[in-house]
């Protein structure tokens, strides 16, 4: 006989994330008001790199503050992190806009809007005032040069066509590799295989904290380390591109074997055939169809980064764009500019057509 | 033919069409890994190149927390920006865009220009945008909102018109016969049953945005990227990886936050589905 | 010996809800044996002891003279194999081809290689299409299981249960999901199954169905058993009994 396992740490764990969501929302808003008052007072406008200064106390009584902020708007029915976090049902009685917390939201955004249009430095002005600029620029878009589009470019050492190909085979090769090395990850990080003992659970929190961190690093920044260890070069942008991917299509992947239908395994498991078998023929083919379409997802998200992955050293066709804008061509700009427009155009275009068949 | 032997055929056809379609895969992926030079044993002979990289990891400069946690907030602020100003537009054009509210001959065009402009658009990463508009109005925060904006806007009218075109035709239908006019079924008619989508395309842009910013910062966008880029152009690993982590704390919270709210929206009240264990 | 022996068989869900209650009976070989009872009663949860689909949480179930709850891994293979099963919203793999899925009736008696590549050897691909013909579908054999309708995917189920040459054949209500003109052909087939001597055990709530196949029945209520004998048997008291005060009879026939 198998006994549950009670455990009220999930509970606790519950109760916190509306609580900290809730502390993190008026924290910021106090965070950004200081830092608002302070640069206003020190300076005329917003500086983009400015440091906020503060003495001790003055962080301790912000913490003190924010926390308690967070508590009373529970009571006030202000608290967003209910609201966005939990089941929570609450009766509509009132229209969404006029509720207490339907306000603070609003008032949160456009306040966000402010400060944003304030930080990033937005300034239609400019726009106008640089256009001339620009002229350069747009002739050149208009007045593609294809020479190298063929013919090997001896600084670059290669064509754009060569390029190209070099490209494709980096998103190709990411996937492909990424794909395979994600499927038994999805199974590690599913929850209903990884019930059963403890051992199994903390391998479960493991991996899904792995594919976390990963996925949440882009591909570009892993081209710089790869860049770094094993030499720039399309190598480089291809691990990159595949280490994010694995992670990226392992999450996928584990909801699908969560969302599996228990119907097909219980009676291919009725049969008499061993676990491997019931695994390969129970639940196997309910996940390809869709681990299909995540592939073919991901091959356009990967084509797409792989045309710029260059930046950092990843090779591809984007180290064609990045030195004929240094050398203020634009001409060959341009060309490069439209290849790469129309093969991921093209690309997407399969990728959408060939998604929707098998879904 | 038996039935015998028609069965064999069938059977033999359906195994050797799938070992050609492995075969050819298989080989393209043979040849990807000749030109690219792919060797995974690289990564261990080069091992050396990176311990600088890894030790940082053991003693991470924290002194540039506090700069880092700042420049991560103006980070956000740069996606959500573009993200905030790319929706008006997108959703204006995502009506221009749907091939079942533009009958008219005219609208017809006006719907082919802006699918098609939109794709465009699309086909071309914001950091290639951020280097143009770089050129346009000089490095910092604003050419990374510009680059994202742009891309936003291309994105979400795709996405948006495309949810626009698969909505139930029956609600339009009543609203057409009343003889409303085109703004009152928009109205009554479609955005009822939009709004949610919407909602969530919105927040599936808005992670998105947040992972760019996060990037495009190396070109010269502003934001944490640009930071990240050049503490590694000087191999100061220990403050890169500081950095990295907070980079990292980051986009996990906007892609949980963005997720948990997708699902509210969808569900609208929060279903768990079954755990079961083998 | 009877074919089936289950003893004192108890079926806990945590935390506490009682879905088997000490339930004891034999099943002789060649009986048709229909299990009714409300949903919730228990019927379920019953057939899937028996081939260890669930495990049972006391008590003891003998097949054959064996031992089902405490069978070793290999023991119970074995035991599933002698055991077929068909189940009421069909469990095929629908993006697979019919024929597959019949096919993965006989997987136990495949090597790992063999079965994981999917090379099935031709006997058993003959066989396969032997059972398809018996439910009278031969002609659906290469098309995804999704494609066809519900009788139609019952069959295939009956087929794949067929393809282990089972000595036992549990249906979990088995027409639930049917109108009532295919559940009559469905039930004809189980029929015909059960009059070449192998032994049928059904559940169902449809009381026409019970007195037109069944040899035995057994009314299960929240757990227990409040009847067990001849279908006939079933006047309306003991009717109410099992149904409850409120159920009224629907005629299907």
Same mark, same amino acid.
């Given at each position: ?9 999930p509970?606790?764990l519950g109760r916190a994330k509306p609580f900290l969501l809730d502390w993190l929302i008026w924290s910021y808003f106090?965070y950004t008001? +200081?830092?608002? *008052? ?5 300076? &005329? ?21 924010t926390?308690?902020?967070a508590?009373?708007s529970e009571?006030? $029915?202000l608290s967003i992190g209910l609201k966005a976090l939990t089941d929570q049902e609450t ?5 969404w806009l006029?509720t207490?917390w339907g306000l603070t939201s609003i008032f949160l955004v456009v306040f966000t809007f402010w400060v944003g249009w304030?930080t990033t ?20 878009? @208009? ?35 990424g794909?395979?090395?994600a %499927?038994?990850l999805g199974?590690?990080g599913a929850r !209903? ?8 659970? #903390?391998?479960f929190y493991l991996t899904r904290a792995f594919f976390n961190v990963v996925r949440s690093v882009e591909s570009l920044i892993w ?18 591109l595949?280490i994010h991917s694995m992670a990226a299509l392992a999450k996928l992947f584990s909801e699908q074997v969560e969302a599996?239908?228990? $119907? ?13 078998? =019931? ?11 869709q681990y299909?379409a995540f592939l073919l997802y991901r091959l356009d998200i990967n084509?797409r980064m ?33 290849? +790469? ?7 997407d275009?399969?990728s959408g057509?060939?998604r929707?068949?098998?879904v | ?42 990564? #261990? ?23 880092g946690a700042q420049l991560l907030v103006k980070t956000l602020y740069m996606a959500f920006m573009a993200t905030a100003l790319a929706l008006p537009f997108a959703i204006?054009l995502s ?23 939109a794709?465009?658009i699309r086909?071309?990463q914001p950091i290639?945008w951020a ?10 925060p604003?050419?990374g909102v510009l680059a994202l904006w742009v891309h936003s806007v291309a994105d979400m009218t795709k996405l948006f018109s495309e949810r626009v075109?698969s909505?139930?035709?029956?609600? *339009? ?6 003889? %409303? $006019? ?9 955005i009822p049953q939009i709004i949610n989508p919407y909602l969530s395309f919105t927040l599936y842009r808005l992670d998105i945005n947040v992972r760019m910013a996060t990037i495009i910062g190396i070109?010269?966008g502003g934001g944490i990227g640009?930071?990240l880029? @050049? ?12 950095m990295t982590m907070l980079i990292v704390i980051m986009v996990w919270g906007i892609d949980y936050l963005s997720s948990r709210l997708r699902e509210r929206i969808e569900t609208g009240g929060g279903e768990r589905s079954?755990k079961?264990?083998? | 010996?009877?074919?089936?022996? +289950? ?37 379920? =949860?019953?057939?899937?002891?028996? !081939? ?13 003279? &064996?031992?089902?709850? =405490? ?16 189940? &009421?919203?069909? !469990? ?8 597959? !899925? ?152």
């Amino acid at each position: 006989m198998k006994k549950p396992k009670k455990s009220t740490f999930p509970d606790l764990l519950g109760r916190a994330k509306p609580f900290l969501l809730d502390w993190l929302i008026w924290s910021y808003f106090a965070y950004t008001t +200081i830092f608002l *008052l302070n640069s206003y007072w020190y300076t &005329q406008y917003v500086d983009w790199y400015g440091t906020l200064t503060l003495p001790p106390w003055g962080w301790i009584l912000t913490v003190l503050g924010t926390f308690s902020c967070a508590l009373a708007s529970e009571y006030f $029915g202000l608290s967003i992190g209910l609201k966005a976090l939990t089941d929570q049902e609450t009766p509509p009685t009132k229209p969404w806009l006029i509720t207490n917390w339907g306000l603070t939201s609003i008032f949160l955004v456009v306040f966000t809007f402010w400060v944003g249009w304030l930080t990033t430095d937005i300034n239609l002005g400019i726009i106008i005032r640089r256009a001339p600029k620009t002229i350069g620029l747009w002739h050149g878009l @208009s007045h593609p040069n294809f020479a190298h589009l063929i013919e090997i470019d001896p600084e670059m050492e290669g064509s754009i066509l060569g390029s190209l190909v070099n490209t494709l085979f980096m998103a190709y090769l990411a996937t492909l590799i990424g794909g395979v090395l994600a %499927a038994p990850l999805g199974f590690l990080g599913a929850r !209903n295989i990884m019930g059963g003992s403890w051992f199994r659970r #903390v391998f479960f929190y493991l991996t899904r904290a792995f594919f976390n961190v990963v996925r949440s690093v882009e591909s570009l920044i892993w081209a710089i380390v790869f860049a770094i260890w094993i030499g720039f070069g399309p190598a480089a942008g291809a691990f990159a591109l595949l280490i994010h991917s694995m992670a990226a299509l392992a999450k996928l992947f584990s909801e699908q074997v969560e969302a599996i239908d228990k $119907g097909p395994i219980e009676a291919v498991q009725s049969t008499g055939a061993s676990f491997w078998q =019931t695994i390969r023929y129970g639940a196997v083919p309910q996940v390809i169809p869709q681990y299909m379409a995540f592939l073919l997802y991901r091959l356009d998200i990967n084509v797409r980064m792989a045309t710029v992955i260059a930046l950092v050293g990843g090779g591809g066709i984007g180290r064609f764009f990045f030195y004929y804008k240094d050398q203020l061509d634009w001409e060959q700009v341009g060309a490069v500019t439209i290849v +790469i427009a129309i093969v991921v155009w093209i690309l997407d275009y399969i990728s959408g057509k060939a998604r929707e068949k098998i879904v | 033919m038996t039935d015998e032997d028609k069965i064999k055929e069938r059977s033999s056809w359906y195994f050797w069409r799938n070992l050609t379609i492995v075969a050819f895969f298989l080989g393209l992926f043979v040849v990807a890994l000749f030109r690219l030079n792919f060797d995974p044993r690289l990564l #261990v002979t080069n091992f050396r190149s990176t311990l600088k990289l890894w030790g940082a990891f053991a003693s991470p400069d924290w002194s540039v927390l506090g700069e880092g946690a700042q420049l991560l907030v103006k980070t956000l602020y740069m996606a959500f920006m573009a993200t905030a100003l790319a929706l008006p537009f997108a959703i204006v054009l995502s009506f221009l865009g749907a091939k079942n509210l533009m009958n008219s001959p005219v609208a017809q065009v006006i719907y082919t220009f802006v699918r098609g402009f939109a794709s465009v658009i699309r086909s071309i990463q914001p950091i290639i945008w951020a280097i143009i508009f770089i050129v346009w109005v000089r490095t910092g925060p604003f050419p990374g909102v510009l680059a994202l904006w742009v891309h936003s806007v291309a994105d979400m009218t795709k996405l948006f018109s495309e949810r626009v075109e698969s909505i139930d035709p029956g609600p *339009l239908e009543a609203i057409e016969a009343t003889g %409303a $006019g085109k703004l009152l079924v928009l109205v009554y008619a479609v955005i009822p049953q939009i709004i949610n989508p919407y909602l969530s395309f919105t927040l599936y842009r808005l992670d998105i945005n947040v992972r760019m910013a996060t990037i495009i910062g190396i070109v010269g966008g502003g934001g944490i990227g640009m930071r990240l880029y @050049s503490y590694i152009n000087k191999w100061n690993f220990p403050k890169a990886v500081v950095m990295t982590m907070l980079i990292v704390i980051m986009v996990w919270g906007i892609d949980y936050l963005s997720s948990r709210l997708r699902e509210r929206i969808e569900t609208g009240g929060g279903e768990r589905s079954e755990k079961f264990t083998i | 010996m009877a074919q089936l022996e +289950i003893n004192n068989l108890t079926k806990i869900y945590p935390p506490d809800v009682l879905a088997l209650d000490d339930i004891s009976f034999e099943v002789e070989k060649g009986e048709f044996l229909i299990i009714i009872g409300l949903s919730g009663s228990g019927k379920s =949860t019953l057939l899937r002891c028996i !081939n260890r689909l669930i495990e049972p949480t006391e008590g003891s179930i003998k097949f054959e003279g &064996q031992e089902v709850t =405490t069978a070793s891994s290999k023991e119970l293979k074995a035991i599933r194999e002698e055991i077929g099963m068909i189940f &009421q919203r069909f !469990n095929l793999i629908e993006r697979s081809l019919v024929l597959t !899925n019949v096919l993965t009736g006989q997987l136990g008696e495949l090597s790992f290689w063999r079965s994981m590549l999917g090379r099935f050897p031709k006997e058993m691909k003959r066989a396969a299409h032997e059972k398809l013909e018996t439910v009278g579908i031969p002609e659906q054999a290469f098309k995804r299981a999704d494609e066809l309708s519900g009788g139609q995917q019952q069959r295939v189920g009956i087929a794949r249960a067929l393809m282990q040459d089972p000595r036992l054949l549990l249906a979990d209500e088995p027409v639930s999901s049917l109108d009532p003109a295919t559940s009559g052909t469905i039930m004809d087939y189980l029929a015909q199954i059960n009059d070449q001597g192998k032994t049928v055990i059904t559940s169902l709530h449809f009381l026409d169905l019970v007195r037109k196949y069944g040899t035995r029945a057994i009314g299960l209520k929240d757990g227990e058993i409040v009847y067990d004998g001849p279908p006939k048997g079933i006047d309306d008291e003991k009717f109410k009994e099992v149904f409850g005060e409120e159920a009224e009879k629907v005629h299907i026939s």
